[in-house]
């Protein structure tokens, strides 16, 4: 059974590449537009790791963060943040909200890959 | 397999136009004084997302100047900066720079920084917001390659199964010799709830060499104080790898300030003093262990806990990884999970095309059949003639539903025009400010790509020519700021677009005098208001004082009418003095096919547009005047219309004699007039197919197109108005290249 992951983000090319890194490496990528449309995913998909974009419409990264971590069937799955800014404090802001870890974007495929096996195995 | 990068990065730049859009509408609708939080989010959302992609692809000059752009948004986002007019009109510049980067890096062009460079000042000098040394630029914008060609340049997961699992044996474990590093790890309870687990950290570090973990059980509290979501374990690894230490950090990057962790390169580290203290262990009873929130696994036998440094502990045999099909590469579809909102097919507008045409022929072929079953005299309620009329409607809809693939908003054609206003207003020194109105119409899009160009010339006619300088604009009473106006609507199953400006209106007087002195009419030419307007449309006609580096580029409003003309549609022009000119233009819903009445004159037969039909009538004897031995006028309800002999127009006979009992069609022109086309008969009202005539001949005055009928004859399909126009034209005496060909 190939990793299973719910990648997060507003930005269709984004989407794209991120499905295309994902089942490149042989994971099954399910993709979500926002926040809101990632909670509706997560009720019918059960992903071994989730990654998200922290700026979107409806529902923003950190929102959705909080979503998950506070609901007792998904607290525990990993989750990486997708985020262009590397700075710390920005980092802390993500850890602060619950995150697992963080991909700075442009994501490098190979640092995604390794950034999954150190969340998710 | 075509490159999935390359389509990703097709479908980027169709994404940036669409975040472009979102980026006009947001900064309009601030414009517009609207301060909603979610307002500027949508902006600053939209640069973020062309810079994400940007970065992606390595494009760092859009990556650049959006960053900084973004960077100016978020002070206005968080409050910090409150932009006035002036601001947001600078940022409206930056939206079109922006703009012209995305398409550039589209292109493979650039844009030079003569063109970027003073904005970016601009826009430091306005929001305060100064430029990031490159280096510490948070955004590093390093070139994504996804080859995932013959060799995969992902170093996918390893297949750990294939690696050395280091042996139980503890002799040969921990004893460092090497290159490699010996790490004590101790998470915080923290850690386990930001969702990290400390067994992948380890597979992950096993990739980088040969890994033995010893697991430390001393902190293990008794079962009764045991804390499940704390913990309480901690390791010691050793990793003979020639990584650097930064390798092995990076393992720890998610875990660092969650946990104690100490990396000691094996050279320095004397093998009996290792980083970490040692307490005396309680001992554990012999259950099995309450659920451990990490590495239950790994979870030593309580009876070989260790007393010495040595770490005896338990040296875990790793499970293997599963490993991935790395060779699937197949898109992975989420089956069962919700579908995605606006799901959207890209299609190749050829193929698209070609479904147009073929429907164009079924929509011939319906009417041949349908011909021959009224010709073969078969009953209309017989079950052919039934099944043939639920054809008919099928065809439609089909022919419908085709169209609507064709069809988009014209919003983005409106928008680029938001774009001509701003500069061409700020070259001229005019204060304008554009509103437009039906960007929703849906109009084929073929015909918003042609429009681009007549629509742009005259919106800068409008601003160069029609408005009025600011201190003119006082003087009349007006407001300094100039007012231009798009609207599109759907009429009459036609498209309306129309370019109005509240500025002086046309000068009849001076137009009339430089129609004259080009030669253009005669100098007693009696001319209506209306007639004077159009003379802007002629050939080589242009009022300007002087040729103003905007407008005056050489194309003047007779291109602008012969383009709208190629697309079939119309254009006309209403002024009043002072108070403003509007630019109609009308166009038809598509180019494929159209709703035609089918007439006979002379013996030939032709189409007439239906839109273009406001009624047909029999003549009377009251209803014909005579006003000389070749101009008639009809009375209609109290007024009175100019009757042309369409047979005679078109050179087919001379005029008739009398019109009495005559058949004529009254046609309805953009500019409100109306004129009657008398004809010998009228046959059917059918939907025709559009033949162009223009690759074959060139254009054919008064003459649109052609079709071909049900049973095969081809018939020329009229421009009603043209024609009208260029018979009344020669009534008049227009100059001879206007007069009607043949």
Known sequence: ?121 | MSDPMAEIRASFFIECEELLESLQDGLQTMDDGDTDPETINIVFRAVHSIKGGAGAFGLDNLVHFAHRLESAMDEVRTGRFHPDGEAIRLFFTCADVLGDLVRAARDDDTVSSDVTDPVLEKLEKLVGVEEEAEEDLDFTPTTLSLDFGDDMALPTLPDLSALPTPEPDPADAPLPGGKGFTIFFKPDPALYLSGNEPLYLFRTLRDLGDLTVTCHTTALPTLDQIDAATGHLSWTLTVHTEESEQAVREVFEFVDGLCQLDITPFATVPSATLPFPLTATPFLPPLSPPEQPASTAMLPDPTTVPETLVAKDTAVRVKPVETPPSESSAPAKPSGTPTQPHATVRVDLERIDRLVNLVGELVINQAMLSQSVTEAGLPPNSPISTGLEEFLQLTRDIQESVMMIRAQPIKSLFQRMGRIVRESSASVGKEVRLHTDGENTEVDKTVIERLADPLTHMIRNAVDHGLESPDKRLAAGKPREGHVTLTAQHRSGRIVIEVSDDGAGINRERVRAKAIEKGLIPTDAQLTDGDIDNLLFLPGFSTAQEISNLSGRGVGMDVVKSSIQALGGRIAITSQEGKGTTFSISLPLTLAVLDGMIVRVANETLVVPLNAILETLTLTQDDVKALGPQAHVVQIRGGFVPLFDLGAELGYRPPQESYVGGIVLLIGQEDGNRAALAVDGIEDQRQVVIKGLEGSYGPVPGIAAATILGDGQIALILDPTDLVSQASGRTRSRPPQHALAG
Do not use: C, Y
Request: net charge negative.
């Open chain 1, 1 to 121: 059974m190939s990793l299973q992951v719910l990648a997060v983000d507003d930005s269709r090319t984004m989407r794209d590449m991120l499905n295309l890194a994902l089942s490149s490496a042989g994971f099954t990528a399910h993709l979500a537009e926002d926040g809101v449309h990632a909670l509706e995913m997560l009720e019918v998909t059960e992903p071994d790791v989730i990654i998200t974009d922290i700026n979107m419409p409806r529902m923003d990264g950190f929102r959705f963060i909080d979503a998950v971590r506070s609901n007792d069937k998904w607290s525990r799955i990993p989750i990486l943040v997708l985020t262009t800014e590397s700075a710390d404090e920005l980092k802390a802001k993500a850890r602060a909200a619950g995150a697992t870890g963080w991909i700075v974007k442009p994501f490098d495929p190979a640092k995604l890959v390794k950034a999954l096996q150190m969340v998710a195995g």
